[in-house]
């Protein structure tokens, strides 16, 4: 690493993203003080929970309630504090009927939970968290990233490294993009996230030509590949225009070069100044998990389009696990939304008006 230098305010949240060994994870090591700098300083204000190596300091033969007290000391909670966060601590983890038994008896699912419910909980001002959304089971992911969300808006500081930018976007202020050890880029998350996607889809020699988008990004390890995507309107018509109040749909065509395991299918919808309207992926729907092993199609049906007049892209993407790109196609399909209604901003919502004495 040479020379990486950043600030972080207290309660924003940044993502690190770049290509393995880049120095994503040496950096948080750094900052936990697993690591020291050769040269340079790292300051840090206040109590820090990182999420790094999760469960590192667990003792097998003990019990999960004596190693959150040995866990929680270790991140500098009192006795009395962990007394009194305790019973927080088991119901997040949610092994209530196991947390007397040794923690070698637990699946490494049951040990990843306990690990996570205790860093969150010890009340840091710096939260440092390298990959582990994967947590569990999808409920259990779903959980904890809304928990992450609350955390934030307490004011937690966060610095999060992770592979899947779409998690980046949905918590992060900033991206910081590093590049053989080298801070190389530094913005809001979707302007960095394409830059990014575009290096990495200049480097895997991923086909930009397309006809959905004349600027489209892609990335990816090609096991499957989105071949068209086309937009419908309410009267079932291919189109690009989309009124305000009424249905559309995507219809997604894939091909699959390689087995796909716990396939996951999303979407972002982003307006023409990069501000993200929506996103969602079927395993946040809690579609139950598969493979993907042949050629197919896939639609997202939007029942009722809310957006007020503007244009839109929208941002496609197949993964593999929880956050493994398969393929990422960012601005696949760009759209314009129109309407009858002069109501301003991002969406319409439905609403009454109520007024007495009249």
């Not at 991923?206 to 068209?228: C, D, Q, Y």
């Not at 070069?257 to 023409?272: Q, S, Y």
């Not at 601005?331 to 991002?346: C, H, I, N, W």
Request: aromatic share 10%.
């Amino acid at each position: 690493m040479n020379g990486i230098s950043f600030e972080v305010k207290k309660g924003e949240a940044i993502g690190l993203i770049g290509q393995n060994g880049c120095g994503k994870s040496t950096t948080l090591k750094l900052l936990t003080r697993i690591m020291y700098p050769d040269s340079g300083s790292v300051q840090m204000k206040g109590r820090v929970s990182s999420l790094i190596e999760l469960g590192a300091g667990f003792h097998p033969d003990m019990s999960g309630r004596q190693n959150i007290y040995i866990t929680a000391s270790i991140f500098g909670l009192t006795r009395k504090e962990i007394d009194s966060r305790l019973a927080a601590i088991i119901e997040f983890s949610e092994l209530e009927k196991f947390i007397d038994t040794p923690v070698r008896t637990y699946s490494s699912g049951m040990y990843m939970r306990l690990a996570f419910s205790v860093a969150i909980n010890v009340n840091a001002d710096i939260l440092l968290i390298d990959e582990i959304l994967a947590v569990g089971d999808t409920n259990f992911q779903a959980k904890c990233f809304n928990k992450l969300r609350e955390i934030k808006a307490s004011g937690t500081t966060i610095v999060l490294v992770s592979h899947s930018l779409a998690q980046i976007e949905q918590i992060c202020d900033r991206s910081i993009w590093i590049h053989n050890g080298e801070r190389r880029a530094e913005s809001v998350p979707h302007e960095i996230h394409l830059m990014y996607s575009d290096f990495m889809g200049e480097k895997q020699c991923l086909s930009k030509k397309a006809s959905v988008s004349s600027t489209p990004s892609r990335w990816g390890n090609e096991k499957a590949r989105i071949l068209s995507i086309n937009g419908y309107n309410e009267k079932n018509e291919s189109d690009t225009a989309f009124k305000t109040g009424e249905a559309f749909r995507f219809q997604l065509r894939y091909e699959v070069k390689g087995t796909v395991e716990d396939a996951v299918f999303g979407i972002g919808i982003f307006r023409n100044d990069g501000v993200q309207c929506y996103g969602t992926n079927i395993r946040l729907d809690k579609f139950a998990r598969f493979d993907l092993e042949k050629d197919g199609c896939v639609e997202i049906v939007i029942n009722k389009n809310m957006l007020l007049p503007g244009e839109y892209y929208a941002d496609f993407a197949i993964e593999a696990g929880y956050g493994v790109p398969v393929d990422y196609f960012t601005k696949a399909y760009k759209f314009t939304v129109f309407s009858e209604y002069a109501d301003v901003g991002m969406f319409r919502l439905e609403h009454i008006w109520r007024i007495e004495g009249t």
